[in-house]
């Protein structure tokens, strides 16, 4: 079982930036490959960025490439995981969610584990 708790949302203008973590606890959690996904209002949840459990190997969403990094720190039963965003835009509006899964994929059905997610807003 794996527990996941994000932190780091707010209110932020345009241009600015924001560092969400995602604290995850359970035997195993340093193993698993973690991701972010965002969901606005009235659309469906969508693939921001995801790291394998190394730390070494990450993929982004196009429209967040060259703004935001995902990292994560690995330690016994726990692993906190990061994304840096900058150059924030008011498209990036949304609730921000982390995940959890055996192996790096980048489709929100296929991961096992959520946290509750925590709002992120952007202003003009």
């Known amino acids: 079982q794996v527990q996941l708790v994000e932190s780091g949302g707010g209110l932020v203008q345009a241009g600015g930036s924001l560092r969400l973590s995602c604290a995850a606890s359970?035997?195993?959690?340093?193993?698993?490959?973690m991701g972010w996904f965002r969901q606005a209002p009235g659309q469906e949840r969508e693939f921001v960025a995801t790291?394998?459990?190394?730390?070494?190997?990450?993929?982004?969403a196009d429209s967040v490439k060259e703004r935001f990094t995902i990292s994560r720190d690995n330690g016994k039963n726990a692993a906190t995981v990061y994304l840096q965003m900058n150059s924030l835009k008011p498209e990036d509006t949304a609730v921000y969610y982390c995940?959890?899964?055996?192996?790096?994929?980048?489709?929100?059905?296929?991961?096992?584990?959520w946290g509750q997610g925590t709002q992120v807003n952007v202003s003009s």
């Open positions: 995940a959890a899964r055996i192996g790096v994929v980048t489709t929100a059905t296929r991961y096992d584990y």
């Open positions: 359970g035997r195993t959690v340093s193993s698993y490959a």
């Open positions: 790291v394998n459990w190394r730390g070494d190997n990450t993929y982004y």
